[in-house]
């Protein structure tokens, strides 16, 4: 594979590509560029959200992945890691990538000290995770509004 660096998101990723990979994951309409470089911003400043990037070298946004940190109550006031958002460009599948991304938020989750960090996936997507170190636990529930 060509060269592929994982970075923090930057307000350029906006136009190089990013909204186009989270389309292969969900509806994920352009947000507009004044607003992304806020989001951005905002995540930099806050740090409950790192959203992480794989880029090409000439700066195309080829995956993506983000964890969010739960302050809890429990486990005296542990933080639990969630991983979400997780998507790689269909071109660059079946190439680690998907595997680099996870292991990248896995350490920041360790980095900022969650006592584990959890996700949600379609069952057709287990195998993967596994691969990434994660096993199966309880069930999920939703209520959408
Ligand atoms: C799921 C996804 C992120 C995997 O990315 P990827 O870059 O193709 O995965 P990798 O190449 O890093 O795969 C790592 C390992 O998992 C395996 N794997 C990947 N996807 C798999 C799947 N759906 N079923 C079984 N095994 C899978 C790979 O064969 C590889 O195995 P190996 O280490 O023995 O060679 C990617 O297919 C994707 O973006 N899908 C669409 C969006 C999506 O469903 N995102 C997940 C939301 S929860």
Redesign the pocket.
């Known amino acids: 594979m060509a060269e592929i660096r994982i970075r923090a998101v930057e307000a350029e990723d906006g136009d190089n590509g990013f909204f186009k990979i989270l389309s ?2 969900t509806h994920a309409p352009v947000v507009p560029r004044a607003k992304f470089a806020e989001l951005v911003r905002k995540e930099r400043a806050d740090g409950s959200r790192t959203t992480i990037v794989a880029v090409t070298a000439e700066g195309s946004v080829v ?1 993506t ?1 983000a964890v969010m940190m739960e302050h809890k109550y429990i486990r005296g006031g542990g933080i639990c890691g969630h991983i979400e ?6 071109e ?11 292991s990248k938020l896995v350490e920041i989750s360790r980095e900022k000290g969650c006592y584990k960090v959890i ?4 069952e ?6 596994e ?2 170190g994660f096993e199966k636990k309880e069930c999920q529930m939703a209520l959408y509004f």
Do not use: T
């Open positions: 292969q994951l995956a992945g958002d997780i998507v790689v460009d269909s660059f599948r079946k190439a680690q990538l998907g595997k680099k991304i996870i996700l949600d996936c379609a057709d997507n287990a195998p993967f995770y691969k990434c």
